[in-house]
């Protein structure tokens, strides 16, 4: 399994109330139909020079940039890069079976 991190922070003038409100009712839901996608999380990040960060568990990442250039993707990019801008990213292979609780 891959995973892909991405540091994130918001456009001026944008809100953290409007970007989170993105993200939970279209970015999360938009990702159910991505099947390389296995879990999708956003979190508020602490005490660094970045807003967000995103955790994308995915099946592989040549699968992932595939589905990158489907239209829902992209409709999800374009609205994404008016709010935010990825900062960083991190792309790495999970160690397995890691440990969930």
Not at 82 to 100: D, F, H, K, M, N
Request: aromatic share 10%.
């Amino acid at each position: 399994m891959s995973v892909i991190i991405d540091k994130i922070k918001l456009k001026m003038g944008v809100s953290p109330n409007d970007f989170e409100l993105w993200v939970k009712e279209v970015d999360y839901a938009a990702c159910q139909s991505l099947h390389s996608v296995r879990r999708f999380v956003v979190s508020k990040a602490l005490d660094v020079d970045y807003d967000y960060v995103e955790v994308i568990d995915v099946t592989s990442l040549a699968d992932f940039e595939a589905e990158m250039q489907t239209e829902i993707f992209q409709s999800l990019v374009h609205r994404f890069s008016q709010l935010a801008e990825v900062v960083e990213t991190i792309r790495s292979e999970t160690l397995l079976p890691g440990y969930q609780w």
